[in-house]
């Protein structure tokens, strides 16, 4: 387990699943068909990995800090470089935009870990799905979803 005050062990931990076989592929479906934050999803992995107890409070302000990322920062970023890619001659501006876009949600993960820093949170009961389950709640209502974080889940097994 990583320490909770080390909000960089988030994006070790990102980083190192999404180099598993099939998570990235995954996460891709959930964002690009599903609309799910990415990061989102990967800051509930990573609670449940830290064996941090479901908490729906907790849950509420990931939320909230994802959607404010996403739509103020990292969608406008991730727009630009998908027009960027339609051009050959604006390929180092496409390369520009995707480390602007990866150094973006690098700080979103260390936001979403930030919580665990400012006070001490129940543990002993981490759980994948219950996590994903707070924080992705339609999830429960969309069959397409819940098969698409099924496959997420079944790619992240170690």
Known sequence: MTSAADTASIW??????????GVTSAALVLQ???????????AALWLADEDVTPDAGLAG?????????E?????????LRRQASARADW?????????????AERLLLQELAAPL???????GQG?????????????????SLAKAVTTL???CQE
């Not at 302000?61 to 990322?69: E, G, P, Q, R």
């Open 32 to 42: 690009d068909r599903h609309g799910v934050s990415v990061c989102l999803a990967l």
């Open 12 to 21: 070790h931990y990102a980083v190192r699943l999404w180099k598993r076989p």
């Open 91 to 103: 390929a180092d501006w496409k390369r520009a935009l995707q480390d602007a876009e990866l150094e």
């Open 153 to 155: 889940l079944d790619a």
């Open 61 to 69: 302000m990931l939320v909230n800090t994802a959607l404010d990322w």
């Open 71 to 79: 739509q103020q920062r990292i969608a406008p970023l991730r727009a």
């Open 117 to 123: 820093m400012q006070r001490p949170w129940p543990r």
């Open 127 to 143: 759980d994948r799905r219950a996590w994903l389950l707070l924080v992705l709640p339609e999830m429960a209502q969309c069959e």
